[in-house]
């Protein structure tokens, strides 16, 4: 079931009198769009952000550009980017060649990492000045603190953390569309009176775009600010690993019920260890504390496209089914013949999780460590 909301009302605020003992000193107010949907002078065109770090580009930047080129064709509208970031060329010339026919590039010493307040100014002045008519950005943790801050910043609204994106025949307005009430309805959301419609979109849901030849422009944006006037020092910098990012792990291995209990849930992580990969988890397995909830798989969960998914003593359920049938290739195994996960694989072998696990981890690890001569 889907029902449709609109964002439109949601900067409404409280603004409080300056007598402080009177409680009807409080009055609601509307905070006016910076830029109206109908203003003359909008400018247009749906923008995607590329997120960055150290100049490794989270996926899901590219799987929007796949999905804003939908977006743009529906509302006869042009694709452009927004790189942030220092000494990031190759990035906008990366995006470019994945669809953008122009890129916004903000190049500075500054932005050598992600802070909230200078990427968000800077982000924000160029939407002010530029007015897109869309602006999607991914849903990993820096790109929704930059999305609700940059959302603030231009007075509009803003559809966190979607699974689909469509536009509404005859209005043109974008639908935001994501789970609701623990995943039992989808919410179909616009924003019909403020620019620009912004989403911020799951890593996973979209496929990544094929890479074509690069054409378009690469325009520079000067920034002012200073350091002195951001809040916010970097004293020390570690990079996460890759693998261990499940949105982003070419190899997950997932644990549900099966494994019975957090001990045996070890297996899981022994396992994704020994093949380099990621943790996952059905929600039942997050529930019973066997995982931390930001392992989850699924429709209330994370969604992936690995290469390879290891489901180990899940069942299948549909819920989870939707998290990762993207993936390429999915291995699953339970003692259960029956078990409708076995619908969904590409490889199903019917055993004990609890027997099988050690037996693999072990041949898999003999085998790297032949190969690698020790
Ligand atoms: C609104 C809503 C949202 C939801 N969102 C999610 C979601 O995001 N992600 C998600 O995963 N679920 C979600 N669920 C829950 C979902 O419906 C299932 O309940 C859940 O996925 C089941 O988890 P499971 O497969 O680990 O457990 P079970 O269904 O209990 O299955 C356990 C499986 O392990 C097998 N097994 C038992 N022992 C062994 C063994 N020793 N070796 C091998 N196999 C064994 C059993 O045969 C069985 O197939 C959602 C449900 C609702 C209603």
Redesign the pocket.
Known sequence: MAARWMVEKIFSTKVFGGNASSASGTAETEVQPLVKRDSPQVDGGVWVYIEQNEGRVAEVSWELLGEGAKIAKKLDSRLEAVVIGYDAERIAYDALSYGASKVYLIDDPLMKHYRTWPYAKAFSDLVVSKRPDVLLIGATRNGRDLAGNVATNTHTGLTADCTSLDVEPGTGLMLQIR?T????QLAVIMTPRHKPQMSSVRPGVFPRPPRREGKGEIVRVQVSIREEDIPTKILDYELVERSSIIEESDVVV???????SVK?FQLIKDLATSLGGAVG??????ESGYADKEN???????TVRPKVYI??????????L??MQGSETVFA????PD???FNSCNYGVI??????MPIMIDEIDKRRSKKEGN
């Open positions: 789970p009430f623990g995943g039992s997932s644990g549900g019920m099966g494994m019975s045996n988890a059905s929600r039942k397995a997050v989850q798989v699924g429709q209330t969960g994370k489901a180990m003593g899940i069942s299948g359920a549909i819920q989870h939707v998290g195994l339970n003692i259960d078990a409708p996960i055993g004990d999780a609890l027997k099988v």
